[in-house]
């Protein structure tokens, strides 16, 4: 009886010792709080997206761990056996670490790839501003190069989200409108390009020379790609000055307030002498001539003009106002130092001819040109990276 | 001869109702799940959490698709079914949030927009007061800009009217800075004027 009492002690003694070690098997709660913290990072590293099928490896391990967890909330652990569940959250640990990283990697790299398109278009429009800016054809553009801008901006900002296929495709509307502006510049000024056009203001040039010849006369030329006036004296030329234009002088000008410099051939009908003109000296020219009305009636006509519009005037060859200006609002500028040299020599009724270049080989046309050589090579047509 | 066919047949009954079912239903569920947080735009308002769930749907897919491959008697479809049911539970918690997140894009969108007009509208402002000076080109082509941006507010207001808050708030945020390059610009060259007119009165 106290043997067989003995007994029962010392078994409950090893029993209640064993369970003194024994315990639930339990994830460790520091490396289940670390699985998911990398199971949040992985979400906002896109892990799905980057490394979509590391990303659904390691997702179905964790689940299946985490079903574990739940499953076996209650089964007791021998201190002899080893804990399988933090064993199984150590690998979906390391798998995850695997996975993000790999996304990481993939995410910078897109993200490298939409900023150095965003980076190389703003090269590109920076190269093809400074070149229409060089010939004075940026109010040619008017809202498009604003439209360009704001596109680029945006993209920037999308990389900033991390949107970067938005940006990409911005950056796409950004390299066409870019070649819309290209088109444009082509249609308006493609003339300085064009030989017919080249040859028909050769003619001009030709038959003004002539005239000075014949007559043994001063004629003026005025060469707008050069920004150059060329006197002629008995058909010789006797001085060359550089001249100012039109905020938009390198066009046509077809109304009041374009800002172009007309084309064609004029004449002096009046002389401005100082205390006269706010500009120093002047000539007036007999713009519009015939042939200008012509073009502007024909140009109303076809509702190529809006019907608001006039013709202008007041055209003249002027010297300096007080303020120093770049442009003039369509009139041709001389410096007040060159406008003495030629004021002299001419009078009412001497012809003035004004063309748009003399050789097809001209700073308009080769400014055009270059804006196709200009691209970056590493962009094509589209923004995307060659 | 009778529990002889019973004998026979048992083993064969137990072996057809032992084979697992591929979820079909859990997966409709949680394709279903997806496609309703799509709609609510969670791939643009929540794209990381939309990300993870088209993921683990393609993995719950992919798994399934495995399995049955197997032979009958091995298929498993446990991982799947743990997989599709964390889907369908997470979508409807992105579901939720996205429209939180929507709201929150659609006020900061708003705001981003007022911003656009006030920036735009004290650059109409400077342009209007600012001097010809000498460069004629410039002046233009400030003015062509800023009517440029007057033009492009009217975007941002489609882009909100087609829900696309990213997109106005994006164009919105260009168009603010634009602006404000341009005030800056005409302020700088109104000072400098003054300080040419001051220096000129000495």
């Not at chain 1, 964790?62 to 959250?89: C, F, H, Q, T, Y």
């Not at chain 2, 992919?62 to 979508?91: H, N, P």
Request: net charge positive.
């Amino acid at each position: 009886m106290t043997k067989s009492f003995s007994m029962r002690i010392v078994f409950l003694l090893i029993m209640g010792g064993l369970s003194l070690f024994a315990c639930v098997q339990k994830a460790p709660p520091d490396l289940l709080q670390a699985v998911e913290e990398l199971d949040r990072r992985l979400v906002e590293a896109e892990g799905a997206r980057y490394a979509p099928t590391e990303f659904g490896r390691f997702a179905q391990h964790w689940v299946g761990v985490k079903g574990r967890i739940l499953a076996e909330e209650d089964v007791i652990r021998w201190p002899w056996e080893s804990n399988s569940l933090a064993m199984e959250l150590r690998a979906v640990q390391a798998e995850g670490q695997h996975v993000l990283e790999a996304a990481a990697r993939k995410k910078e790299a897109e993200r490298q790839e939409a900023s150095t398109r965003v980076a190389l278009l703003e090269r590109r429009l920076e190269t093809f501003s400074s070149r229409i800016d060089r010939i004075g054809s940026r109010v040619v553009l008017g809202q498009r190069p604003v439209e360009t801008e704001l596109a680029l901006r945006q993209a920037r900002s999308y990389i900033e989200q991390g949107l970067f296929s938005r940006s990409s495709h911005v950056v796409q509307q950004a390299s066409r409108l870019m070649e819309d502006q290209k088109a444009l510049l082509h249609t308006k000024l493609g003339r300085y390009a064009d030989e017919r056009s080249v040859a028909y203001w050769r003619g001009l040039v030709a038959r003004t020379i002539n005239w000075s010849r014949t007559h043994h006369a001063v004629a003026l030329v005025i060469n707008k790609a050069d920004r150059r006036l060329t006197i002629y004296r008995n058909g010789r030329p006797a001085g060359v000055f550089p001249v100012k234009l039109g905020f938009n002088g390198i066009l046509e000008k077809r109304y009041q307030g374009d800002g172009a410099t007309p084309e064609g051939q004029y004449r002096i009908i009046r002389k401005r002498d100082r205390g006269q003109t706010q500009f120093y000296r002047a000539f007036v020219l007999d713009y519009p001539n015939d042939e200008d009305r012509r073009r502007f009636q024909a140009a109303r006509r076809t509702g190529a003009m809006p019907a608001e519009t006039y013709i202008g005037g007041q055209i003249e060859i002027h010297g300096e106002d007080q303020i120093p200006m770049n442009q003039t609002l369509g009139c041709i500028m001389l410096s007040n130092r060159h406008i003495d040299k030629v004021f002299d020599l001419v009078e009412t009724g001497t012809p003035v001819t004004i063309i748009g270049a003399l050789e097809a080989k001209n700073s308009v046309s080769m400014a055009l040109a270059s804006l196709e050589d200009g691209d970056d090579d590493r962009l094509d047509g589209a923004g995307q990276p060659r | 001869m009778k529990r002889l066919r019973i004998g026979l047949l048992m083993p064969v009954m137990l072996l057809v109702a032992a084979c697992a079912q591929p979820p079909t239903e859990k997966l409709a569920a949680a394709e279903k799940a997806v496609a309703d947080a799509k709609a609510a735009g969670a791939q643009a308002y929540l794209a990381e959490d939309f990300t993870k769930l088209e993921g683990m749907l393609a993995s719950a897919k992919k798994e399934i698709t495995e399995q049955d491959a197997k032979f009958a008697l091995l298929r498993d479809y446990g991982k799947s079914e743990q997989l599709l049911a964390s889907v369908s539970g997470d979508a409807g918690r992105v579901t939720t949030e996205t429209a939180k997140k929507k709201e929150e894009a659609k006020a900061a969108a708003t705001q981003a927009q007022q911003g656009a007009q006030e920036a735009v509208k004290t650059a109409q402002g400077l342009v209007a007061k600012a001097p010809a000076g000498k460069d004629r080109a410039a002046l233009q082509a400030i003015k062509a800009d800023a009517e440029g941006l007057t033009a492009s507010l009217a975007e941002i207001q489609k882009a909100l009217d087609g829900g696309d808050y990213q997109g106005a708030q994006a164009k919105a945020k260009a168009i603010q800075d634009k602006a404000q390059s341009i005030g800056n610009e005409v302020q700088t060259a109104m000072a400098k004027m003054q300080k040419g007119k001051s220096a000129k009165k000495k």
